[in-house]
């Protein structure tokens, strides 16, 4: 029979523009979260993390916001580049003896314009 | 820079197979992980390793298994491949310690025919 499959989310914006992806997690408990970069026909890498007693962390262009009352988790990427397409994944760490072991979300298509 | 490596970049296999994929790590990493990737459902893990020897159920173990003999190396096993193992699976580790980034090879795009 026919399989219906599920649409990751996606998000298109013009080269220069700023963009912001979501994420909701959904362990209350979990003290770290990363936002990983994937582009086609590679594995995942490492973009930015967060601890769970920040609310705010930036590097090179990218921007994490953390909000622990609502388990919401954004990544801001500023002045987008065509090569900033790819999906983006975030990941939780549920802390305690979880060392290492991290729950990923299903991903967001971001597509660059030129 | 940390190097993850994945034995194969594709592979096909019958139904019934048994398939092995080999995943090695050069950083003296003591965890290791196994996840699955299939379209709209982001990376589910399948099987993780503290240490050699150790190994612990992720979320979808049923129809795999693996191996840890040395601290480098984390095998996945498919004991009979199956056409819904058709998937990208892809290796990871990371050091034992709260915060620490998982660090990907570049997967295997597995297909069961």
């Known amino acids: 029979g026919e399989s219906v499959g599920l649409h990751l989310p996606t998000l298109s914006v013009q080269e220069g523009d700023n963009s912001i992806i979501n994420c909701a997690y959904s362990n209350s408990a979990s003290d770290y979260f990363i936002w990983y970069k994937q582009e086609s026909g590679k594995g995942p890498q490492f973009i930015i993390d967060?601890?769970?007693?920040?609310d705010k962390r930036q590097g090179q262009r990218v921007t994490v916001l953390l909000n622990k009352t609502v388990k919401h988790l954004s990544l801001q990427i500023a002045a987008t580049q065509p090569g900033d397409s790819a999906v983006y994944f975030c990941a939780e760490n549920a802390g305690g003896t979880s060392y290492g072991k991290l729950t990923f979300g299903q991903g967001t298509i971001l597509t660059v314009h030129p | 820079d940390v190097k993850v490596t994945q034995s194969s970049r594709y592979l096909v296999k019958r139904t019934g197979e048994k398939v092995f994929l080999e995943c090695v790590q050069d950083?003296?990493?003591?965890?290791m992980f196994w996840y699955r990737q299939d379209p709209g459902l982001g990376l589910r893990l399948i099987y993780f390793s503290y240490d050699v020897k150790m190994k612990e159920k992720g979320d979808i173990p049923e129809g795999y298994s693996v191996s840890r003999e040395k601290k480098e190396r984390f095998s996945l096993i498919l004991e009979s491949a199956s056409t819904n193992q058709t998937s990208m699976y892809l290796c990871?580790?990371?050091?034992?310690?709260?915060?620490?980034?998982?660090?990907f090879g570049q997967g295997t795009r597995l297909t069961v025919v």
């Open positions: 967060i601890r769970s007693n920040m």
């Open positions: 950083m003296d990493h003591e965890n």
């Open positions: 990871a580790s990371s050091p034992h310690r709260q915060g620490s980034e998982a660090f």
